[in-house]
């Protein structure tokens, strides 16, 4: 018996599920891992195509760019360019050479999914939207880059526009993505899983079967892999799908068929 038996007679036999109790319970955890990447790859999915929106988004704003440079620590523009504000899909940016917005001004800017971003007068700013997903990740969401630690020095319009429209995501960018979407959607279904694994040793133990506390959850880990597999679907139609439910739900369903032919103890005498 292996993980890629039980995988198929998750698909099809259903009646057979109640084998995985005498897997090692290190396949058992590859397992979850291998169902955490099943519900990951339609969240990374969203990520890329919002990371590739940025870059378009970034190619835009950088066309309606006046000519600059960054130099003694000053944002360096023509005597008469006047500062703006334009508003993409995925960015809200500030041009500000005239010194007439600050940090806040861009943190404010920044509504719904938009990042804020501000070349001021003396620092570049950024803004992700306030979440506790960016706060918890990044420690903050407002961060600034003055000018005069030299970071900067040396920018100009013209590198600037060069440098977007070349610009590709390495794929060890894509992997770090991907390792930080999985860590939490792991962690999401061991919870899930301990929860159909509750609701399976009770009904275990009102059917007397002979199933300890860690059969049944390490034949509830398989029983969750056709709900995953529908749960990953309907994120690519709908990302705002909430899979919590459908996975206890349909896992719970099909550890009672999983578990129809298992042994039972002798009811206890009167």
């Known amino acids: 018996m292996n993980s890629f038996i039980l995988f198929k007679q ?20 590859l397992y979850v891992v291998f169902l955490s990447t099943i519900l990951t790859l339609p ?13 378009s988004d970034g ?3 950088a066309s309606k760019l006046p000519d600059f440079t960054i130099t003694d620590g000053k944002l360096k523009t023509a005597s008469k360019t006047e500062g703006f504000i334009y508003q993409t899909n995925s960015i809200i940016f500030t041009f500000d050479p005239e010194g007439k917005r600050s940090l806040n001004d861009v943190t404010a800017d920044s509504v719904g999914t938009a990042v804020g971003l501000g070349l001021l007068q003396d620092e570049f700013v950024v803004a992700f939207p306030k979440s506790g997903a960016a706060d918890s ?3 903050a ?3 600034e880059i003055p000018y005069s630690k030299g970071t900067l020095d040396g920018l100009n319009s ?6 977007l429209d070349g610009a590709s995501f390495p794929f060890w960018i894509k992997l770090i993505v991907f390792v930080f979407t999985l860590y939490p959607t792991f962690l999401n279904l061991i919870f899930n899983l ?40 309907l994120h690519f139609i709908n990302r705002s799908f909430d899979d919590s439910f459908l996975i206890v739900f349909v896992s719970l369903v099909v550890f009672f068929f999983a578990t129809r032919n298992e042994t039972r103890q002798e009811p206890p005498l009167a």
């Open 137 to 139: 990740l990044l420690g």
């Open 194 to 233: 301990l929860m159909i694994t509750i609701g399976a040793n009770l009904y275990s133990k009102i059917r007397l079967y002979k199933l300890r506390f860690l059969d049944c959850l390490k034949i509830s880990t398989y029983c969750a892999t056709l709900p995953v597999i529908a749960s990953s679907i």
């Open 158 to 163: 013209k590198d600037l526009k060069e440098s």
């Open 10 to 29: 998750s698909l099809f036999q259903l009646t057979h599920l109640h084998q995985a109790k005498k897997m090692p319970f290190w396949k058992v955890i």
């Open 141 to 143: 969401n407002q961060f």
């Open 59 to 61: 190619q835009k704003i």
């Open 43 to 55: 969240i990374t999915k969203q990520l890329f195509s919002i990371m590739q929106d940025i870059k």
